[in-house]
């Protein structure tokens, strides 16, 4: 099943409410980009959305593998520069495992980390269709 994100802004700065249908979040643009900085902006969602892929896929497998851990905290940086041939994005990785590991463990928990799902995603190939006009009749229902 496709994942389907509904999107629609608000009066203020770059606000907008952001749903799947389920839950909803409030996307902004920082102060210096005319925002008024009340939410994340579209590059954090997406780091955001890294992070919290690694922090799961930790857990998961050290559930999955019967081992006792306690928090699992992750920070990531991203550096964007432009060139010629257009962007390169460098994103650092840090995470903490709480938790009586062998060093062994902690790679292995590491090592997936680095497989999760969006990790993956990322690095594949995409395609990205050119934007068409919605039916007004389906937006944000």
């Known amino acids: 099943m496709a994942t389907v994100i509904k999107i629609k802004n608000l009066p203020e700065g770059y606000q907008s409410i952001i749903t799947n249908g389920t839950h909803s979040i409030v996307g902004d643009e920082p102060i210096k980009s005319n925002g008024t900085n009340l939410g994340?902006?579209?590059?954090?969602?997406?780091?955001?959305?890294?992070?919290?892929?690694?922090?799961?896929?930790?857990?998961?497998?050290?559930r999955q593998k019967g081992w006792e851990i306690g928090e699992v905290k992750a920070e990531l940086s991203q550096e964007v520069k432009r060139s010629p041939e257009g962007l390169k994005t460098n994103?650092?990785?840090?995470?903490?495992?709480?938790?009586?590991?062998?060093?062994?463990?902690?790679?292995?928990?590491?090592k997936q980390a680095n497989a999760c799902y969006i990790h993956r995603q990322i690095m594949?190939?995409?395609e990205i269709e050119h934007a068409t006009d919605l039916d007004p009749v389906t937006a944000f229902n």
């Not at 994340?40 to 050290?62: D, H």
């Not at 994103?91 to 590491?110: F, N, R, T």
């Open 40 to 62: 994340m902006s579209p590059s954090e969602l997406v780091l955001s959305g890294l992070a919290l892929c690694k922090v799961a896929t930790v857990r998961y497998i050290a």
């Open 91 to 110: 994103i650092k990785v840090a995470m903490q495992i709480e938790g009586d590991l062998s060093s062994e463990q902690k790679e292995e928990l590491l």
């Open 124 to 126: 594949a190939e995409w």
